[in-house]
């Protein structure tokens, strides 16, 4: 079973970059799928970016698929999101998901079998 835990976030002004990761500890980290979603105040849970077994295949949402980048070290049991050029509509808790056993997860949080408790992104001048 997965544990995952996100760190990274933080205040940022528009224009601004920051990045995000997951340290994952508990099973293979290379058997699972991962992803990042965002929860803003308000609203449903967004899907963000997703990211393959071995990093091959990734896919990030339309409206950040210029600004942001996933990736993920299977040595070191972690992935980050590169964000750049933040928006204050990026502002959310960005949280992190894993797929046991996928080789790529969905788009929706029902694919999704670990979640991580969420780093903060305020972008705001």
């Known amino acids: 079973q997965a544990q995952l835990v996100e760190s990274g976030g933080g205040l940022v002004q528009p224009g601004g970059s920051l990045r995000l990761s997951c340290e994952a500890s508990?099973?293979?980290?290379?058997?699972?799928?991962m992803a990042w979603f965002r929860r803003a105040p308000g609203k449903e849970r967004e899907f963000v970016a997703r990211?393959?077994?071995?990093?091959?295949?990734?896919d990030v949402v339309g409206s950040a698929k210029d600004r942001f980048t996933i990736s993920r070290d299977n040595a070191k049991n972690t992935m980050h999101l590169q964000m750049d050029r933040l928006k204050p509509e990026d502002t959310a808790d960005y949280l992190c998901?894993?797929?046991?056993?996928?080789?790529?997860?969905?788009?929706?949080?029902?694919?999704?079998?670990?979640w991580g408790r969420g780093t903060q992104v305020t972008v705001s001048s």
């Open positions: 990211i393959s077994q071995t990093g091959s295949i990734t």
């Open positions: 508990g099973g293979t980290f290379s058997r699972y799928a």
């Open positions: 998901a894993a797929a046991a056993d996928s080789v790529i997860g969905g788009t929706t949080f029902r694919s999704y079998d670990y």
